[in-house]
């Protein structure tokens, strides 16, 4: 939520763009993303790419948990493999000053972000799911910055 908030911010700075030119960087952004997680389109993404350490979590369980949170909500360390949340932080950078897509992206990501451990834990057999998971991730990061691009061709209209 607080990167979504930053966005949010920041966003009004993009209002004396027309919507048009907006949308269009939005889409094209997605677009690329898409293709970069389809292995189409080689690009670098900028990120902090160090993994949270264990320990982190062993020092003190809530507190830990919270650090570890902000950490990999932010991206101020950790590894991001999918091009999606770039595409959706210009998404919200984009939005024009609306709160909405602030929210839902923020909402979504820790949504998803705690389905994950639980389902997989849901599931009685963690090597199974790791390896559906697998098979699917691909496409699943490919829909997902497809979607961002529908999304913004249908708020624009």
Same mark, same amino acid.
Not at 86 to 105: E, F
Not at 123 to 151: E, F, P, Q
């Given at each position: 939520?607080?990167?979504?908030?930053?966005?949010? #911010?920041?966003? &009004?700075?993009? %209002?004396?763009?027309? $919507?048009?030119?907006?949308?269009?960087?939005? =889409? !094209? +952004?997605? /677009?690329?993303?898409?293709?970069?997680?389809?292995?189409?389109?080689?690009?670098?993404?900028?990120?902090?790419?160090?993994?949270?350490?264990?320990?982190?979590?062993?020092?003190?369980?809530?507190?830990?948990?919270?650090?570890?949170?902000?950490? #990999?909500?932010? &991206?101020?360390? %950790?590894?991001?493999? $999918?091009?999606?949340?770039?595409?959706?932080? =210009? !998404? +919200?950078? /984009?939005?024009?000053?609306?709160?909405?897509?602030?929210?839902?992206?923020?909402?979504?990501?820790?949504?998803?972000?705690?389905?994950?451990?639980?389902?997989?834990?849901?599931?009685?057999?963690?090597?199974?799911?790791?390896?559906?998971?697998?098979?699917?991730?691909?496409?699943? %990061?490919?829909?997902?910055?497809?979607?961002?691009?529908?999304?913004?061709? !249908?708020?624009?209209?």
């Amino acid at each position: 939520m607080l990167t979504a908030g930053v966005l949010w #911010l920041l966003s &009004g700075l993009s %209002t004396p763009l027309p $919507a048009g030119v907006r949308q269009g960087l939005i =889409v !094209a +952004v997605a /677009l690329l993303a898409a293709l970069r997680d389809a292995g189409k389109l080689s690009l670098r993404l900028p990120q902090n790419a160090r993994q949270i350490p264990q320990d982190v979590l062993r020092r003190h369980l809530a507190c830990g948990a919270l650090q570890f949170g902000f950490e #990999l909500g932010t &991206g101020v360390r %950790t590894y991001v493999s $999918a091009s999606t949340p770039y595409a959706m932080a =210009v !998404a +919200v950078l /984009l939005s024009g000053g609306s709160y909405a897509p602030a929210l839902a992206a923020g909402l979504g990501f820790g949504v998803g972000r705690a389905l994950t451990p639980a389902l997989r834990r849901l599931s009685g057999n963690g090597k199974r799911w790791d390896d559906m998971l697998a098979r699917r991730l691909t496409g699943m %990061t490919v829909l997902c910055s497809v979607l961002i691009a529908t999304v913004a061709c !249908a708020i624009f209209r």
